[in-house]
């Protein structure tokens, strides 16, 4: 088969769920002989079609900063949309992926579909509904509505969690959409060995807003107060990192939080993690939430939070981790918590073991192949 993933942005120029699974998924599909194309944003100087690790990538547009002022670019998406349309339309495939968020590429990818006769399956990682009023105020109208098209359009379509299902649906979605979770690659992680600098607590992610590393900041400042050597590995970059510095700066934690930056090397990131007691993401959004899957591999309990949209809670299996309120203090009772008992490693075992990207690969090879004969159904692996 032929088939197209549409998202703006290319892994590991930038390290996300989304374009985790994309890289994952497409690379084990090019290995088995399927065609696979990608559609990001130009990654660094290359204006041309190359091929990568067996995908044919087609660079869009020129790279365009994906947030401003802390938040996802609505210029950026835009511009985006409107060069992919022409870039779209010239390739030919049997099956167009287009991952939902940013909204605007699923109108030019139905409608690229429909002109070329082509089958397109939309992708949701997440379904916001009334979030978008927190996140863009009064303007979050116009991505609530945009959001509820994107529904529309979505006919054949793929969620990446019952959690995510369920969003879809309360927001209008009609239809039943086939559950195909993230993964991880189990057999290399378990080939990792522990870096040899040992940490308490490790956070990994970007730093934006919904995913509240300032959380992790003040959840150390207080236990600081009963573990005076507890230390801390923060690992990702992005808008916040200033103010992070600052409150790292601020309540004298230098000594015990420890920032890495955005961290490339996949192998390096595993190593910190193995060699961390705790595995914290205070996020308030997650469509699923890979890296917890990651963490849990590593044998780490996971504390995360309720937040309605945060999916990654349901990770949170019983004795192998902690689902905190909104607050430092919260999330400072999950690290203490598993500080002075560890995780049931059996149950974390038994779960992960369901989410390798082999299993994943071949249970979405089988819903391509079913769009093409025409007998999509629910199913889920």
């Known amino acids: 088969m032929k088939i197209a993933f549409v998202y703006d942005v290319l892994y590991p120029e930038t390290i996300g769920g989304v374009e985790k699974r994309i890289f994952e998924i497409g690379t084990r599909l090019a290995q088995r002989g399927h065609e696979i194309h990608l559609f990001p944003m130009s990654p660094g100087k290359e204006k041309s079609i190359f091929v990568r690790d067996g995908l044919i990538i087609h660079p ?65 990682h997440e379904a916001w509904g009334s979030y978008w009023y927190r996140y863009l105020g009064l303007a979050g109208i116009g991505g609530r509505v945009t959001e509820k098209i994107a529904l529309l359009l979505s006919g054949s379509s ?17 239809d039943n959409p086939v559950i195909i979770p993230n993964g991880i690659t189990l057999e290399n992680i378990r080939k990792i060995e522990p870096d040899k600098k040992t940490t308490d607590v490790i956070f990994i992610g970007r730093f934006i807003p919904e995913k509240h590393p300032e ?24 808008p916040m990192m200033t103010r992070i510095v600052k409150m790292i ?11 890495y930056g955005f961290v490339s090397d996949y192998q390096d990131v595993i190593r910190r993690m193995k060699s961390a007691r705790v595995f914290v ?17 590593c044998g ?9 949209l945060n999916a990654a809670s349901v990770h949170v299996l019983p004795g192998c981790g902690y689902c905190a309120g909104s607050s430092a203090d919260d999330i400072a009772c999950g690290i203490r918590t598993f500080l002075s008992k560890s995780p049931d490693k059996s149950i974390m075992d038994k779960y992960v073991i369901k989410h390798d990207w082999e299993r994943i690969t071949s249970a979405l090879e089988e819903v391509y192949r079913s769009l093409r004969c025409d007998t999509f159904k629910e199913q889920e692996i």
């Open 60 to 124: 869009v547009c020129r790279p365009m900063g994906l947030y401003t002022g802390g938040r996802r670019s609505i210029i950026q998406a835009l511009l985006y949309s409107c060069h992919l349309f022409p870039v779209l339309l010239k390739v030919n495939v049997d099956i167009i992926d287009c991952q939902n968020f940013p909204y605007f590429p699923v109108i030019v990818s139905r409608l690229v579909g429909f002109l070329k006769k082509e089958t397109c399956v939309i992708t949701w």
């Open 281 to 297: 993401l205070p996020s308030e959004r997650e469509g699923f939430g890979i890296v917890c899957i990651e963490a849990m591999a």
């Open 249 to 259: 700066h601020d309540f004298g934690l230098s000594e015990n939080i420890h920032l």
């Open 158 to 174: 793929i969620a990446v969690s019952h959690h995510t299902a369920e969003r879809m649906k309360i927001e209008g979605y009609r």
């Open 215 to 238: 959380l992790v900041v003040e959840a150390v400042r207080i236990l600081g107060e009963e573990i005076p050597d507890l230390t801390c590995t923060m690992i990702g970059d992005g």
């Open 300 to 308: 780490l309990p996971i504390i995360t939070t309720n937040y309605p």
